[in-house]
Each structure stands twice: as structure tokens, then as C-alpha cells.
């Protein structure tokens, strides 16, 4: 199975904002919350790649999807931490993409030997 790209989990979570009140601490917070959300659905999706769970990476990558929305909607988002967790699931989902491309081919072919197959053992059956 095709090793897929390691995550930057230290770089995900630090915060780039200066953290001076209450309110701006709050806003830290949350979008750290967020960016480790993300993060961790992220994990998730490698994993369920990985075990071969095509149900749960279905699901995780509507995950992905609605927290990615979440994310770019949020007026006080940090753009440089959003971009990196980005760019990680966007190097994943290339490598699944390429790794679905890869089972798909090879169903494919396993499909058109069992094809031949049927009609080897008919022409077999013909003949008998």
C-alpha cells in the first residue's frame, strides 16, 4: 500500500496572532480549536487510508470538507495556519487520489479476468 505524506503537527497549532487580552486569547483559542480539529480529521483520514476503510474515508472526507468551510468562513481565522493544514490535506488527498486511481486499475483487471474466465467456461461448456 502507498505510504501516505506525514503531517507538520507541530507547525499546525502554534499560534501567530500576539495574545494580549481576554478576547484576543479567546480567538486564539478557538482558532487553534479549529485548526486542530481539522488536524485531527486529517490523522483520522491517513489512518482510515492506511486500514483500508473506504466507508470511514467517505465519511471523514465529508468531515474535511464541512470543518475546511467552517474554517475559511471564519472572520477571525488565521490564514497562515489555515494554509498549513491545508496544504498537508491537500498533499493527502493527492497520494489517495493516486492510491484509489491504483485499486481502481487493479479491480479493473481482476474484472476483465473474470470476464474471460465466464466465457473460457463457456466456450467449454459448448464443446463438452
Known amino acids: 500500500?502507498?505510504?501516505?505524506?506525514?503531517?507538520?503537527?507541530?507547525?499546525?497549532?502554534?499560534?501567530?496572532?500576539?495574545?494580549?487580552?481576554?478576547?484576543?486569547?479567546?480567538?486564539?483559542?478557538?482558532?487553534?480549536?479549529a485548526v486542530e480539529q481539522l488536524q485531527h480529521t486529517h490523522n483520522s483520514l491517513i489512518d482510515a487510508v492506511k486500514a483500508g476503510d473506504w466507508q470511514q474515508?467517505?465519511?471523514?472526507?465529508?468531515?474535511c470538507r464541512d470543518q475546511v468551510r467552517q474554517a475559511m468562513e471564519d472572520p477571525q481565522r488565521d490564514d497562515q495556519q489555515v494554509a498549513v493544514v491545508l496544504e498537508d490535506l491537500s498533499e493527502t488527498?493527492?497520494?489517495v487520489v493516486a492510491l484509489c486511481q491504483a485499486v481502481q486499475g487493479k479491480l479493473a483487471e481482476e474484472l476483465q479476468d473474470l470476464?474471460?474466465?465466464?466465457?473460457?467456461?463457456?466456450?467449454?461448456?459448448?464443446?463438452?
Not at 57 to 63: A, K, T, Y
Open 93 to 95: 488527498y493527492r497520494e
Open 1 to 33: 500500500m502507498m505510504q501516505l505524506c506525514s503531517t507538520k503537527s507541530a507547525s499546525c497549532c502554534e499560534k501567530s496572532r500576539p495574545v494580549g487580552t481576554a478576547s484576543a486569547k479567546r480567538e486564539d483559542s478557538d482558532m487553534a480549536n
Open 115 to 128: 470476464q474471460r474466465g465466464r466465457q473460457g467456461a463457456k466456450v467449454y461448456q459448448m464443446f463438452r
Open 57 to 63: 474515508v467517505g465519511e471523514l472526507d465529508r468531515l
